[in-house]
Each structure stands twice: as C-alpha cells, then as structure tokens.
Nanobody, 124 residues
Framework: QVQLVESGGGSVQAGGSLRLSCAAS????????MGWFRQAPGKEREGVAG????????AYADSVKGRFTISQDNAKNTVYLQMNSLKSEDTAMYYC?????????????????WGQGTQVTVSS
C-alpha cells in the first residue's frame, strides 16, 4: 500500500502562485509514475501533470504548459506542483496519484493510489 498526502492548496488571486506537495509513504518502491489531477465543480477530473519517477521525465496538459512545473525530491519521497500565473479556470480540487506503470501519465484509471486532495481557489 502507498499513502499519499497533499498539501499547499489555498486561495490566491489571478496571476499568483502556489506550490502543492504530495508526500508518499508506504511501499513506494513499486511506484514509477506520479500524477497531479484536478476536478472543478461540475466537471470531470483531468490530468494536469505527470512525472516518471525513475527518469524524472515530466509531461503536462496543454492548459498548464509553461505555467506549471512538476518535480520530485526522492530523499523526501515528495512530488511537487509549482503553479505560476494562476487563472480562475485553475480553480479545482487537486489530487496526487501514483501507479506502477511507466506510460500514459494522463490515464487516471491506471492509478492505484490517490490522495485526499487539496483545494485551489483562484479569484479574478
């Protein structure tokens, strides 16, 4: 089992920044991909960014490219999502997820482990 705990959400004005953290614990050695997803009220959950933990390779949804950066600190078993130039449409509950496969970071059905989420609210 893998436990994921997100933190760092909050309220910010448009144009501002937030950094989300996802701390992993438990049997993490079999997790090769970490992803950030978000779900806004009335909308489906969507992939935001993913990182392949063995290589550090990262990928992003088009809507956040150039604004968000996903990174990892292996010593702390933590994945981060740095969010800059935030827009009102970034308002959502953000979830961290982990899986044991090394492809298709956006395929949320492949993820075995999910955190509880952290709320991000961007006011215009």
């Amino acid at each position: 089992q893998v436990q994921l705990v997100e933190s760092g959400g909050g309220s910010v004005q448009a144009g501002g920044s937030l950094r989300l953290s996802c701390a992993a614990s438990g049997n993490i050695y079999g997790t090769y991909c970490m992803g950030w997803f978000r779900q806004a009220p009335g909308k489906e959950r969507e992939g935001v960014a993913g990182i392949y933990t063995r290589t550090g390779g990262a990928a992003y949804a088009d809507s956040v490219k150039g604004r968000f950066t996903i990174s990892q600190d292996n010593a702390k078993n933590t994945v981060y999502l740095q969010m800059n130039s935030l827009k009102s449409e970034d308002t959502a509950m953000y979830y961290c997820a982990a899986k044991s496969t090394t492809y298709l970071w956006w395929a949320e059905n492949d993820y075995q482990y999910w955190g509880q989420g952290t709320q991000v609210t961007v006011s215009s």
